[in-house]
């Protein structure tokens, strides 16, 4: 497949990789934290025409570690808006694919338990390794993290209300009791000309340094979802 993001300055060297991490993933063993872009694209500012998302992802010293971005046609995104379909490929720093995300397509609606979203995270060679499912909740943003067989592993709980002004949206991640608190994917505020005229948003993710490489590129996917869930039709 095509390369979507060329290399950039102050990329980092992927490290040996680890025994049972998946291949182009062995950079989340050593980290707690990554930092997602979206970048600007002047079609939505200027026109409000809807265009495929792309992120740079970094580190906390502001190097890239990954570049995703969205294959979707014009049709779906101009119809679907937020709740569309998508298909996210991320790459790392020489061009190579290390996941894809798949969300399908499917209704919003908080009130019917069968228009929940979900989001698959496969590995290159189309390996499931786990996968983001929203949870039916009358007024609360709640996810299950699950690993590859489908078994829950962590939560994600967001707040009543996503939309805050001059101030960072926090998603907990906490532990399936939903009692001790793990990480978080946090929404950050990204100043009032941005926020109010693109849709390009800053997230920040945090999670243990010891957790499951695989667990972690799932919470790193679940960003995405919850930015396209909650964030990409609020300008």
Not at 43 to 61: D, F, Q, R, S
Not at 77 to 87: I, Y
Not at 96 to 108: A, D, G, I, M, N
Not at 169 to 182: G, H, I, K, P, Y
């Amino acid at each position: 497949m095509p390369a979507y993001g060329p290399p950039q300055i102050g990329m980092t060297p992927n490290p040996q990789r680890p025994t049972d991490c998946p291949p182009g993933l062995e950079y989340l063993t050593q980290i707690d934290q990554l930092l997602v872009n979206q970048k600007v694209e002047l079609a939505e500012a200027i026109l409000g025409w809807e265009t495929n998302n792309k992120y740079m992802v970094k580190n906390t010293m502001g190097q890239q570690v990954f570049f995703a971005a969205e294959e979707n046609d014009c049709c779906n995104r101009q119809c679907c808006g937020p709740m569309r379909s998508f298909v996210l490929h991320v790459q790392d720093n020489h061009g190579l694919e290390v996941l894809t995300l798949r969300r399908p397509l499917k209704c919003s609606a908080c009130c019917f338990p069968c228009c929940l979203q979900e989001l698959e995270v496969l590995a290159p060679l189309g390996i499931p390794i786990g996968y983001v499912i929203q949870d039916w909740h009358p007024y609360r943003p709640k996810f299950t993290i699950q690993n590859e067989k489908r078994e829950a592993v962590l939560k994600i709980v967001g707040p009543i209300c996503a939309c805050k002004c001059c101030s960072d949206v926090n998603f907990e991640v906490v532990s399936l009791d939903e009692l001790t608190a793990v990480g978080s994917i946090s929404k950050q505020w990204s100043g009032l000309m941005r926020e109010a005229f693109t849709d390009a948003d800053n997230f920040g993710i945090k999670f243990p340094l010891d957790l499951d490489v695989k667990i972690k590129a799932v919470l790193f996917g679940a960003c995405f979802l919850i930015d396209f869930m909650f964030f990409e039709h609020s300008k």
